[in-house]
């Protein structure tokens, strides 16, 4: 039933108000979603967001309109997305808080004749609870079963329908005598909206870690692409100077009358590799030789600490600097 002109001039200007107000939204496709469904996800997310559906073609009008008004406004955006059975939800706060609530206001519901599959349909191993005298139905469907304790038994995983394949009548009434609900449906995040840019709702699974991940990837690679080409980069300094710091000091092992200060312990060290070996402790003992074992190993501490390679302090100064 089409609208009368006073609710239409109230909707124009409800979505006119809901744009001025809210600079994030989510595009969201309401397939399969009942009334009574719709006001159990009004209800959950109204702290949250603000609901709203229309037409197409009310839609994209009063965002034209908008525009005219308003020139350059990012909203504009929006147009290619506006197809199909759709509708608005505009975010207070938090986005991914947001589509929680959406995510858990999905309700299952049952594989129906013709519904395109948003879901691969799988029929599990397992018991089944029919009588042996149904065994023809599922020979028709291919699959594989056996009879076990007076009932039939599905031997191994069946694929009934893939992704976006319609269901058939067969895996229709398979799912129903088994009791499986394979779908859930509820609204369906389309794109994202955030301030002018229209983005995937994917981004929003984006955690600080995997950000984190991809920052020092994207570092390594600038890196690595600086050094190879000579070009010098906050990425890859680090790396140069260890590098100049590495050729400096094999100068130095080759030419002996060359030497620095952070180069003495590496010349020490190969000229003589036994004399920074720590120690090694002898055999067992009672409890006399526990005072003396323990002496042992602090001298063995000492030891350790003084033979400092200069690797953690390779340009001088104190160690408390870094």
Do not use: W
């Not at 207070?92 to 879901?119: C, F, H, S, Y």
């Not at 020979?139 to 038994?153: C, D, F, P, V, Y």
């Amino acid at each position: 039933m089409p609208l009368s002109p006073e609710k239409k001039e109230k909707y124009f200007a409800k979505l006119r108000d809901l744009i001025d107000q809210f600079s994030k939204l989510f595009i969201v496709t309401v397939d399969n979603v009942g009334s009574k469904q719709m006001q159990q996800i009004r209800a959950a997310t109204r702290t949250h967001a603000e609901v709203l559906m229309g037409k197409n073609t009310m839609i994209r009008r009063i965002i034209k309109d908008y525009v005219k008004e308003n020139p350059g406004h990012p909203i504009e955006n929006l147009l290619p997305k506006v197809n199909g059975n759709c509708g608005f939800v505009f975010c207070k706060g938090d986005m991914a808080e947001t589509r929680q609530l959406l995510e858990n206001n999905r309700v299952p519901a049952p594989a129906r004749v013709g519904a395109i599959a948003p879901v691969d349909v799988v029929c599990p191993a397992g018991g089944t609870g029919m009588d042996p005298g149904q065994t023809g139905f599922f020979q028709a469907l291919n699959i594989a079963t056996k009879i076990s304790r007076g009932q039939i038994e599905i031997t191994t995983p069946v694929l009934l329908t893939a992704k976006g394949d319609k269901v058939g009548n067969s895996e229709a009434v398979l799912c129903q005598k088994l009791g499986i609900l394979p779908f859930t449906y509820g609204l369906v995040i389309d794109c994202v909206y955030d301030n002018g840019s229209v983005f995937s709702a994917e981004v929003l699974s984006l955690t600080d870690d995997v950000l984190k991940s991809k920052f020092k990837q994207g570092a390594s690679i600038v890196a690595a692409a600086s050094i190879e080409i000579g070009f010098p980069s906050l990425a890859s300094l680090p790396h140069s100077i260890a590098n100049a710091f590495k050729n400096l000091v094999a100068i130095a092992v080759e030419h002996e009358s060359l030497s620095f200060e952070k180069s003495d312990n590496y010349i020490a060290f190969l000229k003589d590799p036994s004399a920074f070996a720590c120690a090694g402790g002898g055999g067992g003992g009672g409890s006399g030789d526990a005072a003396p074992a323990a002496e042992e190993k602090v001298e063995e501490e000492e030891e350790e600490e003084e033979v400092d390679m200069g690797a953690g302090n390779m340009f001088g100064g104190d160690d408390e600097d870094y």
